[in-house]
């Protein structure tokens, strides 16, 4: 599999011609070089072409050049991040950029293509920050020049054997981003964080065991100063959670199970809306990314569906917390409100899809709203202070 990037084709000629070797290693050199400003810009050349240069900087910080006429160099960035799974923390991946519209559309075409490795299926969201793209496979991470595809670093690591569900096919939605770190959840659901500088694995810590079936094919979120995730392994008989991670040291701050056990929050309120003995296998997994809002502190994560999917013979009642959106503070884990959208599901309508954030007119009046288009085929709209229910159409 490829992945393409694409811009008016005038512009791609050149970089197109120099991406086609950005996969031959070059020894890294210290050097400096001018800016168009006149500023000097020194580190380790971590890869050069005849148009192109990627500098490290002593801090680690990756810089992008191009060569313009007089010998200087042009320090190139994003015109827009895109820093997180959804784009931004409210999830709504609405983009303002302006440059392709439906006027030039028809004339973008490929400025360079980046072979991805033997991967079957992509179901991926690039992030860029700093003019740097970062993609993700199982177990796999590149930070390429977002202009030019050339790779700047690529960490990998072997895929586990033996696991079960998607990880095993390969997929990973992503990664997130914070200051010199980037986090990735590996296929056996163990939680990562690699150097930006040049993909060194910093710390490693398992979110669960994949004996049990837990598996990790979703991208984390960084919301309250804290590495937030998910595991997936629904299908396959686990118990779906919520967990945080100190960013610096992978140390677990504080966990959310979305069926709890007698004894963990939310026990008692969901005790009655199940019946039957297999507490230990009523999934509501959580392998999709939640939606953050820093004005309320809270995360919004998507849950998946009861186990087992289609009989619910042993599984009477209404199975808190599965299929239902639940708003948890940030930086304690604990549950300020939860909606479930289907009952006692019997039709695998989990509710995965992103939860959307938005400030709007509500009736007359300024409302901090979530809504989200649920698997199940209504559309609903929530007050997301305190979870009330404003509509739910069809």
Not at 374 to 379: D, I, K, S, V, Y
Request: charged fraction near 20%; glycine fraction near 12%.
């Amino acid at each position: 599999m490829r992945i393409f990037y694409v811009f008016p084709l005038a512009a791609a000629l050149l970089l197109a011609q120099d991406a086609l070797q950005r996969n031959q290693a070059q020894p890294e050199t210290e050097r400096s070089f001018t800016t168009t400003d006149g500023q000097t810009i020194r580190g380790a050349v971590v890869n050069e072409g005849s148009i192109d240069v990627q500098l490290r900087e002593a801090g680690g910080r990756i810089r992008l050049l191009r060569k313009v006429d007089g010998g200087r160099y042009r320090v190139v960035t994003s015109q827009s991040d895109w820093p997180t799974y959804n784009g931004v923390p409210g999830g709504n991946r609405y983009s303002t950029l302006t440059q392709i519209s439906k006027n030039n559309v028809a004339k973008l075409a490929p400025a360079w293509i980046f072979p991805y490795g033997p991967v079957t299926q992509i179901e991926n969201t690039p992030l860029v920050v700093d003019g740097v793209m970062y993609v993700s496979s199982a177990n796999e991470v590149w930070a390429l020049d977002a202009g030019t595809g050339r790779q700047v670093w690529h960490y990998r690591r072997a895929r586990t054997q033996g696991i079960t569900g998607n990880a095993a096919i390969g997929f990973n939605r992503g990664v997130a981003q914070a200051g010199d770190r980037i986090f990735l959840l590996t296929d056996n659901a163990h939680l990562i964080a690699v150097s930006k500088a040049n993909g060194e694995l910093l710390w490693e810590t398992t979110m669960a065991d994949s004996k049990e079936n837990y598996n990790g094919t979703s991208a984390p979120l960084v919301a309250g100063g804290l590495v937030i995730s998910g595991t997936a392994g629904g299908d396959e008989g686990v118990r779906g959670f919520v967990a945080a991670y100190d960013p610096q040291t992978g140390k677990e701050v504080w966990r959310f199970w979305t069926v709890p056990k007698p004894g963990q929050p939310g026990a008692e309120e969901v005790a009655n809306t199940w019946s039957g003995a297999n507490a230990d296998h009523r999934s509501g997994a959580t392998w999709m990314t939640g939606t953050y809002d820093e004005s309320t502190g809270l995360i919004y994560w998507p849950v998946g569906n009861p186990g087992p999917d289609y009989d619910g013979a042993d599984r009477l009642g209404d199975n808190l917390y599965t299929d239902c959106v639940i708003a948890l503070d940030a930086k304690t884990g604990k549950l300020k409100w939860y909606y479930q959208f289907t009952p006692h599901d019997v039709h695998d309508w989990d509710a995965q899809e992103p939860p959307v954030l938005i400030d709007a007119n509500w009736q007359g009046q300024p409302r901090k709203l979530l809504i989200q288009a649920n698997r199940n085929g209504f559309f609903y709209v929530l007050d997301r202070t305190d979870g009330k229910l404003l509509l739910g159409k069809q």
